[in-house]
């Protein structure tokens, strides 16, 4: 059974995608003087911030394991840094998608906000909208995970201070995303509860790109996890055997 979930949801995100980026050409989108047709980018650009938030779910999930597994008041079962390595990986394409989401809206901006501006001038690419700022400010927030990885050596000891760092980032993603960019003035039709209105159509398209682009992100994560499984089962092979061998010497 599955087998079959896993061949499942990728054919399904496969198949999904394709399916937006056919009918997201041929779709009528609403008349917006500002938008013109760019507005297509919605099915593109929004979507990167669901499947983000997806995978850091993931991710934030395998950090709370991970706790569990190296809470000394509990019998350890298996590995925990197999456990830290899915959470650091589901962390790493977060942060693709985020990016992915910060080039497509600053091109969007540039040809709708900026389109009066000159190339050269800042605020033709940058305007410092509030969803703009708090998906900056996400990036570095995830940058400082990876940043704080790197500043311990001792595996069990960098693995428990990044997933209790991971949980606080998860925390402050939300509000970041959902919460702040809805109460302040900003140039986005979602700012300050001003929601755009799409028909019918337009709308059921941008629900199913995200299911879409949600379902290749985990599949991202699934492959770039077993990779990170697969290094830390060989570390931890020839640490077995460094030791077997050090203990066969003395």
Known sequence: MKKYWNIGYKLAGI??????????LQVKMPFNPIWGQSSRNL????PMWFSEVVVMTISVVWSVILLRKLDPDRERKGNPMLD??????????????????LITGILWSRVTWGENIPSSEFSAWWVWDPIQVSALLSLLIYLGYFLLRSSFSEPE????IA???NIFAYATLIPLFFILPRMLPGLHPTAEQKMVKYDGSSYQLLLIAILGFSLIATWIWELRSR???????IQEHEAEQD???QSSVS
């Open 15 to 24: 198949g999904i995608v394709l399916y937006v980026i056919i009918y997201g």
């Open 43 to 46: 099915f593109l650009h929004v």
């Open 84 to 101: 830290d390595a899915k959470a650091r990986s589901a962390a790493e394409v977060g942060i693709i998608f985020n990016i992915i989401g």
């Open 157 to 160: 000891q960098r693995a428990r």
């Open 163 to 165: 997933a209790v760092y």
């Open 227 to 233: 990779y990170a499984v697969l290094e830390e089962r």
């Open 243 to 245: 030791y077997v061998s």
